[in-house]
């Protein structure tokens, strides 16, 4: 059926709301086919069309193939576009580094579009301020703070740890601690800290 | 370095602030300055599209913030409750600066082509653009990030007349018709809303929203508004 | 050194610090300690790290590893029965406070001024009658004086040298007897004083006082305190006196004093309402069948010797007799009507008497929030002391520790305002399938003879089974114990009260192939001073000095050790030997 390969591109990021499934480079091969073919049977038709070999009803058939087209590059942005968004997340989430298991997932485009993207966020960062010097790292404080203080419980080991007002810490799984909020934040992003 | 207070840590936020930034012609107190970060955070997060930047806002809190935290360090030593007091007080000053940019990153980041254009064309008829020149900076990078990322993937590979992508018309439109809870500042006078006496588009009603009124209105009739200050979103 | 003033030499101390860590022993007591000395730690902004230790050898790997960064260690039920410095080898400029309910406090702890401060209240000085210091250490002056002397008269070439060296050798034999009789007398002093083990006061209730001291008390702290206290009692820690009396004399007060706070804002459902009344001695028998919860009860078990064929019936002759009905007493008790509960709890306590049923009822406290059940601070006890030691597959006991914290917590949890007492009711649902297991245990060594009268004392191994993995800590092996023990002098006439019984449990995992051993007093152990005081730890003690067994005295409290298969033989032989010394 016209545009099902397209379809499946979708169905595939819906079935894994929460990963970014590895890139599936095949699909996308096939969707470009189906449209490179179907823009070639237009063509044809069109010149039939012209021509006058063939009655005005198949002007529909042009346009029901052009729909088709139109959907299946719809469809085929979509999917880019929403595994930008879910790689976007991560960099707010987790920081501006890729692990290699995400890494394998993603195709060159998108390993490229991801290092410019933490490069213009750091921009935008670096450039806020009268000076321009003071930078701000907007990902930080992402809940208001309700205290200064939590209590983490550390999960795995972790080794020193030391805080921005110089206390070192000596995080070992199944120890509990309380850790000034800011600087923990991002530990327990990474999964190292659970709040308790 | 003058310090107009004489206790340090005596609660109120002027305390923290050296003295030498009241000394400015249009001498703004750090609680003003908050009072405006406040409303202009709570705008953006109830209005369903970008404003007016406040980047004057922004740019002096982030100055004070360096201000306050330098001179927490340089008390901070004793473990008074005072300095904890303060130092969650700046914890949150720095939240709010932080989630209004987030916000505002947030919304470019949807519709950044159209933005772009809109600011244009607000350019074009001499009035200031919604994006501060470091936002536009990065609306156009982004915007070319993904342009560049849908040609490579799929565009380039399909046949030239295909090709065509308009991004500033993909991008979602924000609901201007959506409902907001206002507070009017001022008296506002011609605030049109839709008639509800008569079905159909294009029958308004003009009402005059008192000074400290809250209404719960559609946002496009506040639109301009919420520009001037006029009014502000809850 | 001992500390008194808990709030100036404690407390201000360790806020000084930027940084405080706490040691912690994984038992109730602690548990309830670590939550009060948490909070008011938050509180005044402190920052903590808290690590559970299960033994020496984890207390001394872990001060090893931090003694860098903290200079101040707060230890809770841990390090106070053994000379700190010399079992763990700290770094010279390390302090340790130590809040420990375990007695006697070693002497080298109780006398060192500048790096160990136990914090213990005047009446608790003068209750362990520590021997006075000079009678303990050498005083080294005046050795060193008569050295002085007699080299000083060597140096001396005058005609009176003779006479002189005569004084020198009567002095140096003179010294010699006094030397020997010093040490006689020290002795007998470090005899007498190490002679039992017991515990004392509740460190959680130390840590209430003080967080009332600091005026920082609420009733959940107050609850904390309770569910200390009441966890000694329910494990046979402190006598029935000694805990009526700290009930009475130092929580009753407090008591008081939240619940007239309550009342005056009746509105305030959530408010956590601490009341004490008396209460029906059956296990968790408000979160089950009242059968269910006398089948389970010591009392009632062995009183109608349950674990017979005939025991069944006797019970349903003493429900019967008891006028209350098979039905009622079959369903959940929450699901009976307050009156019939009543009833109930009026007609149990009424003809106990009549029955010899020892402590049927005893006063406890019970707290309830809101609108959820009401719970009984010794079923929260034994809830939280088998989350403790019952290891869920695969995590270990630090993990459980944090488990029994967090269900304290969420039981308490005012900042969110949301109480949340599932965990609580996990908590019990776990201790009824400990009790039931512990019951069959009895059971099988009461009806296949696994009680070995062996002279001085009774010795029961375990079986391997499905229900071994209950049993793996003090309180759960000390349950059992106590039962059995119960049950065995019961069913053989009380030919065996005054014998004390040794349980000794096989391992698995990392110590296959040892046992874990634990000793408790006999029935008819008399109470001394109001203690309970047990000489089994000393006895294990003088059995490793004597013979060469592979044996780890790993555990804080003395009674628990762990002893290799292959050397049980030589060591029940050696520990009947001390014992007969002993009767």
């Known amino acids: 059926m016209l545009g099902e390969q397209a379809l499946n591109l979708i169905k595939e990021l819906e079935r894994n709301p929460d990963i970014i499934p590895p890139y599936n480079d095949d699909l996308m091969k096939r969707c470009i086919e189906e449209i490179k073919s179907l823009y070639q049977q237009n063509i044809n038709s069109l010149a039939e069309l012209n021509a006058g070999r063939v009655g005005a009803e198949h002007a529909s058939l042009l346009q029901a193939r052009h729909a088709a087209i139109e959907r299946t590059k719809r469809c085929m942005l979509a999917y880019i576009y929403h595994r930008q968004q879910r790689l976007k997340r991560y960099r707010w989430d987790y920081g501006g580094v890729l692990p290699s298991t995400i890494k394998v997932c993603l195709c060159e485009a998108e390993v490229r579009w991801f290092h410019e993207y933490c490069k213009n966020l750091a921009d935008f960062q670096s450039g806020l301020g009268e000076s321009g010097s003071c930078g701000v790292d907007l990902t930080v404080n992402m809940e208001p703070p309700k205290s200064l203080f939590v209590q983490v419980m550390c999960v795995k080991d972790y080794d020193e740890f030391e805080t921005s007002d110089g206390t070192r810490y000596l995080l070992k799984k199944n120890s509990l601690h309380s850790l000034p909020r800011q600087d923990c934040e991002h530990l327990i992003r990474q999964g190292i800290l659970e709040l308790v | 370095m003058a310090s107009t207070s004489e206790d340090p840590l005596s609660l109120g936020l002027d305390s923290l602030i050296d003295g030498e930034a009241d000394d400015d012609v249009d001498a703004v107190t750090p609680a003003d300055v908050l009072q405006q970060l406040t409303e202009a955070w709570q705008n953006e997060g109830a209005a369903p599209e970008l404003l007016p930047h406040r980047f004057d806002v922004v740019d002096s809190v982030l100055s004070q913030i360096e201000g306050m935290d330098e001179n927490l360090r340089m008390y901070g030593r004793n473990k008074s409750l005072k300095h904890d007091i303060h130092k969650m007080e700046l914890d949150r000053i720095i939240y709010l600066n932080n989630s209004y940019l987030r916000r505002r990153l947030d919304k470019i980041e949807n519709s950044a082509a159209l933005l772009l254009e809109q600011d244009e064309r607000r350019r074009r008829d001499g009035l200031e653009p919604k994006m501060s020149s470091n936002e536009q900076r990065y609306a156009e990078k982004y915007t070319q990030l993904q342009e560049d990322s849908f040609k490579r993937c799929v565009l380039d590979q399909l046949p030239v007349s295909l090709q065509k992508l308009e991004l500033a018309r993909l991008a979602p439109i924000a609901n201007t018709d959506e409902l907001v809870f206002a507070e009017a500042l001022e008296t506002c006078h011609g605030v049109s809303v839709p008639d509800p006496r008569d079905d159909g588009p294009g029958f308004e009603q003009i009402v005059v929203l008192e000074k400290e009124s809250r209404t719960l209105i559609p946002y496009k009739s506040v639109q301009s508004f919420v520009y001037s200050g006029d009014m502000r979103l809850l | ?583």
């Open chain 3, 1 to 583: 050194m001992f500390i008194q003033e808990f709030r100036s030499q404690f407390y201000e101390i360790i806020k000084q610090k930027k940084h405080a860590l706490v040691l912690v022993n994984l038992d109730v007591d602690a548990v309830c300690a670590c939550k009060i000395l948490l909070y008011l730690f938050e509180c005044d902004h402190v920052k903590f790290s808290v690590l559970p230790v299960s033994g020496w050898k984890e207390l001394r790997d872990t001060v090893e590893a931090h003694s860098d960064q903290n200079k101040m260690m707060v230890l809770i039920n841990c390090g106070g029965t053994r000379s700190l410095i010399d079992t763990i080898t700290p770094p010279d400029d390390v302090v340790f406070f130590i809040i420990d309910s375990h007695r006697p406090f070693d002497l080298d702890n109780v006398f060192d001024d500048e790096r160990v401060k136990i914090l213990a209240k005047r009446e608790e000085i003068d209750d362990l009658n520590c021997p006075p210091m000079n009678e303990i250490y050498y005083p080294s002056d005046d050795e060193s004086e008569e050295d002085g002397n007699s080299s000083d008269s060597a140096v001396e070439r005058s005609p009176t040298k003779k006479r002189n060296r005569m004084a020198d050798i009567e002095q140096r034999v003179a010294k010699k007897q006094r030397r020997a009789r010093w040490n006689k007398q020290r002795g007998d002093h470090l005899w007498n004083y190490y002679e039992n083990s017991w515990y004392s006061v509740s460190s959680a209730l130390c840590m209430f006082e003080l967080a009332h001291d600091l005026s920082k008390s609420t009733a959940e702290l107050l609850w904390c305190a309770v569910v200390g206290v009441t966890s000694q009692y329910v494990d046979g820690l402190i006598t029935d006196e000694r805990y009526i009396s700290t009930c009475v004399d130092r929580l009753r007060v407090h008591v008081k004093r939240f619940n007239h706070l309550a009342d005056s804002q009746k509105n305030l459902v959530d408010r956590l309402r601490i009341s004490f009344d008396k209460e029906l001695a059956l296990p968790l028998y408000r979160h089950w069948s009242l059968y269910s919860s006398m089948e389970h009860d010591p009392s009632i078990v062995c009183r109608l010797r349950l674990w017979t064929q005939k025991g069944a019936r006797d019970m349903h002759h003493f429900l019967a007799d008891l006028g209350l009905t098979l039905g009622d007493c079959q369903q959940l008790f929450s699901a009976l009507s307050s009156e019939q509960r009543k009833d109930v709890v009026a007609r149990l306590q009424t003809n106990s008497d009549k029955y010899k049923l020892t402590s049927t009822v005893f006063g406890s406290f019970i707290a309830s929030a809101g609108y959820c059940n009401s719970f009984n601070a010794a079923d929260f006890a034994r809830a939280l002391g088998v989350q403790l030691e019952v290891a869920c597959t695969g995590e270990s006991a630090e993990s459980n520790f944090f488990s029994a914290l967090s269900t304290m917590s969420a039981f308490l949890d005012t900042r969110q305002k949301r109480r949340n007492p599932k965990l609580v009711q996990c908590g019990i649902e776990t201790c009824k399938t400990f009790l039931e297991a512990v019951v069959r245990e009895v059971y099988v060594a009461i009806n296949q003879n696994h009680v070995l009268p062996t002279g001085a004392f009774l010795l029961v191994y375990m079986s391997q089974g499905p229900d071994l993995r209950f049993f793996t800590g003090r309180h759960s092996i000390a349950s059992f114990a106590r039962f059995l023990l119960r049950a065995f002098v019961t069913a053989s006439a009380n030919k065996f009260n005054g014998r004390p019984l040794v349980v000794a449990v096989p391992l698995s995992g990392a110590y296959d192939g040892w046992y874990e051993v634990l000793g408790i007093m006999p029935l008819n152990t008399a109470d001394m001073d109001g203690h309970n005081k047990s000489f089994i730890g000393r006895a294990f003690d003088r059995v490793c000095d004597r013979s060469s067994v592979r044996v780890e005295r790993d555990h804080f409290d003395s009674c628990l050790i762990r002893l290799k298969a292959e050397d049980r033989g030589r060591f029940f032989n050696a520990l009947q030997a001390v014992l007969e010394t002993v009767a």
